[in-house]
């Protein structure tokens, strides 16, 4: 009788996927007795394959892992529930407790400290997962770039700007999930649609162009646009020049 631990991999990313079952033949111990791309297809895989572990992705094709959870926990479910994604923020921090997951690990990662955290939360209780903080560092750097650029702060869409940047900031790579991830739990914090977040971003972008952001993104970052960027190319500029630490005027 196999006594290795029964893995279930859901992820978007099939070489990934691919190179964990490697990995895990090689280490021995961890059995992966099936894997999916999709939240539909994990859940579809649970209901007619026992697992003890279910390593989940938050961010899916047709979702996010949290509505995964959900379904797993509300069919009763006890599977052990290891979160491994690049996305981590408070909201989630609160999803994460309340459907009972084990442990949170950050990608990317080592496959071996992947698997020790596995392995660990399969044999143990699982405790709350630690909330991440806010480093007010952080959030000086977002709100000087956007002082520096000159956008506009009467609009609602510079607060919910300046969220999307403080998540980015926090550690998590936004740019394949602002829509499906980003956006949604930002209108939870707000109490509003996902819809009405980037429609608001939008619509602080237009003003800022009609009234010379090119010039004023062109003087502090160096960026030079001929046509008005769409929302999700303005936040890609901003967070790759918060990546490089690229505020030349902080001080």
Known sequence: MDSNLRLVIADADSNYRAMLCEAAREAGGISVVGEAGSGAEVLRLL??????????????????????????RKSGSKIRIVVNSGFFSSLTWHECNQFQVSTFVMKPNDPELLF????????????????????????????DILVGIQFPAR???????????????SGNDIRRCLSTVVFPEIGAKYGTRRQNIERDIRTAIGAYWKNGGALALYNYLGVRLTKRPTV?????????????????RLG
């Open 47 to 72: 209901e007619r394959q026992s697992a003890d572990v279910l390593l989940l992705d938050l961010i899916l094709p047709d979702g996010d892992g949290i509505y995964v959870m959900d379904r797993l």
């Open 116 to 143: 020790g955290r596995i392995v660990a939360a399969y044999q143990h209780e699982c405790g709350a997962i630690p909330e991440p903080q806010a480093d007010h560092s952080d959030l000086r750097l977002v709100t």
């Open 155 to 169: 609009y609602s869409g510079y607060d919910y700007l300046r969220e999307t940047l403080m998540v980015y900031m």
């Open 232 to 248: 999700n190319e303005f936040i890609h500029i901003l967070i790759e020049h918060l990546g490089r630490g690229d505020n030349r």
